[in-house]
């Protein structure tokens, strides 16, 4: 393959495993719903940009379509998690106001 | 062409989506989609049975491109066992819900919930299994808030959390699996991969996520809370279905997938924590006060049995010895999914009569509820692994294998997990006979017991004498 | 509470060494592969799908299935949502100056929104580009005061949020009790049942994401329920 | 080999780490939130650079942009909250 592309592929993978070891980090260190859903969020970013990294295959060929589906999947599913996660999290507040 | 397999998924999925349009009409258009989806599940393990694995290419494009379901005896084997616990959760929750505020809320998330289980068992895509545990995953954490405790809520938010953590490692294995392979289908996928970095660690990171869903130990912290502040129908389908989901996915990738580089250390690895959460669960089990934080303890017990084979089948001699493995296996699993679920809906029911689930005030219990500890009774007898249950069979075969294979310390590890459970089961039963003063309340609800009583008849008797069609099932 | 101090070294320095573990497997993976590629499958396939748009012929057509899954993901997560209680109180009313610019916003979003829906077929866009559309135009008619973000009553926002599967389940079903098999689209008409599919599903994810904006139950059930 | 596409990605990516160790690492939810929407709308450029434009797209609206707003609609009714555990 051309060594050009590799490099690419493999800076941007990289950078994506970065973003995921970080956020994972971040989600066992840091406490308060908060941190933790912006760092599942990082997570997540992290996991597409090495399948969006692996599918570039060059400025002028086609990318591979099937990573960027699963990409285009993966950020609906994680924008309803968050949104599910952030109706728990407002509810716990309510209670607490309540109680 | 009727596709036996997509109709397992398209029924359950098609009650959620009529229920969400008709609420008014939930209870019945549930009742009713719950009756179709076993049938077509059934349906599927039948036909497993007479005509071996059965696979469909959705979509009509050949996998790897298109995705690709497929039955064989193990998933066939859990798709029955899933879809008749299902069922009786289903009898039980009308009851359950049937003047609560949350019923509206409750029948499209579990016919969701259960479209997710149905699809994971069938499911050979490794993409798709993510989709289906997403599907899992929320839908149980929404599922286990809808008592709307404040400990309820936290608890689940908790579970929601850390099982999307556990999703995205699992898809990040995927990923590099992907690169590496350039597939996303699992047969195809296992039949090139090769020892090396990338599948030790999309294997390491596929198996650490799916264990944190499955609440391996020490990954189990988030489960007895959860579980124990859940409504009780639902308690019983996360306990006994929604974790079993997750450490069968674990046996599944490391038998299936990563047969190849799978190596007996990390096995051992595995079946030590097993081993752990055996003793653990077991304990906490007996310290329990409360009957429902028993029954999650109990199901921490219970998945470190599960992972206790692998370091077993790794080390089993001849291909019998393994196949006899994953009879064993496959017993210990269903029984457990079996009795867990009829504890926990007779949990619920001792709750709804006497109102709370304190353990040291059950006294009488078996005078006034005497079909809810008859359950309770019959479903802890096959926890504990007392003869004719699976269990006792799965254990002996397990203790067998120890011996044979030279793992000798998994023997006292077993005798006293079985110890420990006869423990916590009698502790509970001598509470509920002894004799007080109880007004008596007989047959609260002939539906919502008939189901806690035959799901405990069949753990206790059905899947001890169906070994044999099970491991005819399964191809041994 | 700050968590202990060992914990903040040890999880940092694991991290590392799982961080370089896993770029070795990377790089490995990316130089080992030597197969054919699924991409260059699902290329020479596009034509036959029923779009043009690569993407979206894996969407739709060759991994339909998980699009189908995903769509009841983001119906989970809004029931789920509706399950926990009523939603929150709505947004003060705007100034004079961003009610003018909502005015503006909100249908241009909603023409982009439908753009992106009809170029998805051979252009980069498709049902969920297009659904994002119309929940930021239901988010900002949100942000802007209006209680509902645009949405219409409980039993209609029932029905646009499950449309979406509903139509893809049914579609799926329908194509198997005529004989063609679940989610198989016949070759001359998969262009007009993707179309179909996509513009079903994004009604139903725009209206699924301004309702979990608004991050409760309607109120018109509450309403009703007392 | 082209050295100055090289660099501009080197440059993108430092970036886009700094801003997520910036966004994870903020104490204050609103500042976290804005600077996790940063983040997205910059993985939404990289993203396009790396020829997936429809992704992009996907990524802006939804990944940085409603996410973004449902946690800064959150975050409206926390950050009194956590100003006065700020003060205390």
Known sequence: MNPEILITQMLYGCIGLALFLLGIGSFILHEGLWRR????????????????????RGLEQTPDPIPHALVLTGIVVAVSATALALAFGRHLEDQNDHA | MLDPLALAVAWPLLGALSITLLPRWAAHLGILAAVGATLSALGVAFAVMDSGSLTSELGGWKIPLGIGLRADGLAAAFL????????????????????????????????????????????????????????????????????????????????????LAGSMTYLLGVALLYVAYGSLDLVQVARSLAPGPSSAAACALMIGGLSLKAALFPLHFWLPPAHASAPAPVSAALSALVVKAAIYLVLRLWLDLFAGIANASAAMLLGLLGGSAVLWGSWQALRAERLKLLAAYSTVAQIGYLAMFLPLIAAAADERGRASLLVAWVLLALTHGLAKASFFLATGLVQKTTGHDRIAELGGAAQSLPAATFALGLAGAALIGLPPSGTFFAKWILIQAAIASGQWWWVPVIMLGTLLALGYVFRLLARAFTREPTPPHFVTSARAELSALLLAVLAMLGVGLAARPIANLLGV | MRPPSLLCLLVPLLLLALGLSLGWALGDGLKGYSGERLAEVALELVPESGATHPVTSVLLNFRGYDTLLELAVLLTALLGIWSLGPAAPPYPPPGLVLASLVGWVVPLLIITGGYLLWVGAYAPGGAFQAGAMLGAAGVTLTLAGHPTGGLPAEPWQRLLAALGTLVFLLMGLGLMALGSGFLIYPKGIAKWLILIIEATATLSIGVTLIAAFLGGRPMSLRNRSR | ???????????????????????????DPRRGVILFITFGLLLALVWARLRAPDLALTEAAIGAGLTGALMLGAARRAAPRFDSEDSR
Do not use: Q
């Not at chain 1, 859903?37 to 570039?56: D, E, Q, T």
């Not at chain 2, 919930?113 to 289906?132: C, H, I, S």
């Open chain 1, 37 to 56: 859903l912006i760092a599942l969020n990082v997570v997540g970013s992290g996991v597409f940009h090495v399948l969006v990294a692996v599918a570039y």
């Open chain 2, 80 to 163: 029955a066992m899933v879809n008749l616990v299902a069922l009786g959760v289903s009898i039980h929750a009308s009851v359950y819900f049937a003047d609560s505020k949350a019923r509206h809320h409750f029948w499209p998330l579990w016919f969701l919930l259960w479209t997710a289980l149905n699809a994971l068992w069938l499911a050979r895509d490794l993409f798709n299994l993510y989709v289906t545990l997403e599907l899992m995953g929320l839908s149980a954490a929404a599922l286990g808030a809808l008592s709307g405790t404040r400990e309820s809520i936290s608890a689940n938010l908790r579970y929601l959390l850390l099982g």
């Open chain 4, 1 to 27: 080999m082209n050295l100055f596409l090289f660099c501009f990605d080197l440059l993108l990516s430092l970036t886009l780490l700094a801003l997520a160790v910036a966004a994870l690492s903020s104490r």
